[in-house]
Structure formats: C-alpha cells, structure tokens
C-alpha cells in the first residue's frame, strides 16, 4: 500500500491508501474521491482522469507514452504538469504524493 | 409514501445514477436490482483486457463495493424484475417480493443478438455480454485449439485480437463484404482486416453461417450456407445487441426502437425514467433521435436522469463518442458517420498502424474514426459539437497541426 493525497479544486484532500500495481485511477474511484471521472474505465482514450502532479514527483513517475502525451495536450486546462491518472502505476516510490484535480473535472 | 427511488438493471448507468441522485443531494431510499451476480462493472474491458485475464473482477467493477454501503444504496443481486405496476407504483421480482417505487429509473441495457441456428446450444457456443460469458470463454483459451468468431463487429474482432494473442488459430467469419461494415468506411474495414491478417488471424466475408455441428454435445465445427465448414473448439458469436424492453412494452410505456424518453431521460409516465442502452431519446446537437451501445451514453444519460428524478433539468446534450483495443491499435470515434458524402484520410491506412478518417456531410464535419491519433480524435470531439466545415484538403494536409484546425470552430 502507498499512500496517496488527491486534493479537489477546492482544496479537499483526500488521503488513500493506494494499492501497488494499480493506476491512480483506480486508487481515486475506489476511494470515491471526486473529480476522478474516468468515463473510460482507464484505456487512456477519455481524458477525464486528469491530474497534476507537483514537480519535484514528475521525475518519479512513469515518462508519459505518446498517446497519453497527445490527450493532454488536448486538453482544456491541460498544465505542463498535467497527467492521466490512468496511466500512472502505484508503487513505493509514490510514497506520499500529492496531486490535485482541475476544475473541470468537479 | 416516502421517497423510493427503484432502479432495474445494474450496468454503468445503474451504478453511475446511484452516484449521481446522492450528488445531487437525493436523501431518500434507493434500491438497484440486477439479474447478474455482480454490481455494477465496466462492461469494455470484458472483451479486452478483462478477457485477457490481465485484469480480475475487483479492478472492473464501476464502483468499489463500499460505495453502495456508504452511499445507502440497496443492491438486490441475481434479482429480475418480472412486472412493472404502473397504477400501484410497483415492481415485481422473481424472488417473489414486491417494492414500491416513487421514482422508477430503467436501465435495462441490453443483450447479445441470438443465433438460433442449429447447434446453437452445443457445448463452446458462446456469446459475449456479461462475465460469465468470459469465464466460459476463458475455460477454452487455456485449452488452446481452434476459435471461430462470427461477426466482424467490435465484439467479433477484439475477441479476435485477444485469442490470437493467446496464440490461438482464429477464423473470422463475417456476413458482409468486409468487417465492421455497419459503422465505418471501407478504408477503415480493408485496415482491420489487412492488421488481422499480419497477426495471423484468418477473415472470411460474405460468410453466411448456416448452423453448428458437434459430437458428443461439444461444438466441432461451424457451417456456412455455401458447404464450407471451419472447425472450431469454440465460437464467439458477436452478431450485435438488443435493448431489453420487454418490461417497458409490457407496461405499456411508449418504446420505438428503445424506450422512447425526452432529453431529460423523462418516459411516457411522469414516474419513470429511463437511461443508457435501453433507451431511444432526442440529440438536440444532431437533430435527430437515436439509440446508442455505448458506456459514454450510459453515464450522461445517467446523469441527466439522476438529475431530473431531483427536480433538476440537466437535458443530455452529447456527441456519442465510442473506443476499440485490438492489438496496439486504439481507435477512438467521435460523432455518428451515418449519412456522410465524403471521407478524408489523413496518413496512410496501407502502411503502418496509424491514420484518421474524417466524414463530412455536405462540407461539415460529422464524424471521425482516428487509429493511434489522438489529437484527430481530441480536436474532433470540440470541432464536431460546433457543427463546423473545413475544407477536405485541410484535413488530409498533414503539415497542418491538428490545433490549427480549431480556427474552424469561431
């Protein structure tokens, strides 16, 4: 288990308790975190599991794939910092990581 | 009578109203019943990577199981719901109980098209719907052996990719002249099938399947009316889907081709409402009524009903959008291709694994089928709900950033 902190838009944090192997994604719906559409179910072809990730844990995370690259930078609200919560595995080294959601996924 | 809000079915747009009637602060009862062992799941993955065995139920439910105890939302699994009282605001089940209803939201999604061939119920004749439905598939990808798919849809040719990828030997055998032929351009259809063939997967169109031989009970082989005959250990039949409207007609509320509701997911009686595969229902963006097989309907109109169930009109206002995995190819469609005059390719469909087709009706832009392109799909999706023209040559010139498009859009 890995613990993460989703805040919303608002800045609700929710802290969880994410287990290894899955995505982001699925540690956000499982917890019932808002702000975490994921119409997709994780196949990476929605974009509505956007988020951002601060930048001294961008380096640890997985290098965006080409599609992921390309649904973000479609995106309205789409950061520099921006990416799919889908395609992000949990695993010890996300320990402690905080990442918010975009308004336009409340 | 207290506020009870009964919903039949549990698919996506079951589980995604419970979610939303509690977000748009609902406080009185709710009870979803389902005729499948299962709460609401993702029903995609089932013939992707759920089918694949790289996934297991707990990662496709649509929500965790604590989210109907947290919630307060009675689930009544392997229930069916056999009658609608409409004058006593009842439902029956087939576990004899009755509940009153206030609200009554049907998502009743639907079913596999049957093939009642003969043969049909030997031993390895499988359809594709719901997780039992895999799990007998996946008894037979163990084995190995011999897979005949009938149908060169979705279903029929994801099936295909995953069994192939299992290393088993696939035949596809599709009625029409190419495959997925009711929804896209033949460019599209000559790509699938020249991808299937480089992974090994062999594709017969204009293949009339004529019934089902076996021995001992068990599938051996599939017949074709012109006295071809393929052997199979087992077949997938993905010939397309029904809505499940028996309880609607029965109850005498109106149904044409679905169960007819209005932008707010309103019925013909003031106390039901319906959503998702089920329902035929008014797209005021494409002027036009419709009756969709997709998740993305399923969750809006979900939305939409939740909402309107709490006095809040939120009318469904969508272009569909649609997803299919096969191999390493992802293709994304935006809007519906029906009716198009024209079909623009941007990129190559004969080499490599990657291009677009756009479909434009009389110079606007209705429609997009995008391999491995997501910005001709993520563009699309705004360009297409604007109702915009671009010039054919625009859209096939490559040195024109898919963003430079958006000038359209104003």
Known sequence: MTKVVFIEHDGTEHEVDAENGTNLMEAATKHLVPGID???????????????????WAAKLPEKEDMEETML???DHSKENSRLACQIEVTDALEGIRVSMPASQH | MSDHVVIVGAGHAAGQAAASLRQEGYEGAITMIGNEPYIPYQRPPLSKKFLAGEIGIDRVYFK???????????????????EIDRNAKTVHTDKGETLTYSKLLLTTGSRARELNLPGFDL?????????????????????GGKCVIVG??????????????????????????MVMARVVDPIVSRFYERVHREEGVKIVTGAAVSGFEGKNGQLTKVTCADG??????????????????????EANLKVENGIAVDECCRTSDPDIYAAGDCTNHPNPLLGERLRLESVHNALEQAKTAAA??????????????????????????????????????????????????????????????AINRAPEFMMSKQLIAKGVSIPAEKLRDESINMKEMAAYAT
């Open chain 2, 64 to 82: 965790p199981p604590e989210f109907y105890e947290k919630e307060n939302v009675t689930v009544k699994l392997g229930t069916r719901v056999t």
């Open chain 2, 308 to 369: 309107a169930i709490c006095g809040k009109e939120k009318p469904y206002a969508q272009i569909p959008w649609f997803w299919s995995d096969q191999y390493d190819l992802k293709l994304q469609i935006v809007g519906l291709s029906a009716g198009y005059d024209q079909a623009v390719v941007r990129g190559n469909p004969d080499e490599g694994r990657s291009f677009a087709v756009f479909y434009l009706k009389e110079g606007r832009l209705i429609a997009v089928d």
């Open chain 2, 152 to 177: 060169g849809g979705y279903i029929g040719l994801e099936v295909a990719a995953v069994a192939a990828k299992h290393g088993i030997d696939v035949t596809v055998l599709e009625m029409a002249p």
């Open chain 1, 38 to 56: 994921a119409d997709c179910g994780g196949a990476c072809a929605c974009a509505t599991c956007m988020i951002y990730v601060p930048e001294e």
């Open chain 2, 228 to 249: 071809t005959a393929h052997e199979a250990d087992f077949v997938v039949v993905g010939v397309g889907i029904l809505p499940n409207v028996e309880l609607a007609v």
């Open chain 1, 73 to 75: 930078d479609f995106c």
């Open chain 2, 123 to 143: 031993e390895g004749v499988f359809y594709l719907r719901n997780v039992g439905d895999v799990e007998g598939i996946q008894s037979y990808f163990n084995k």
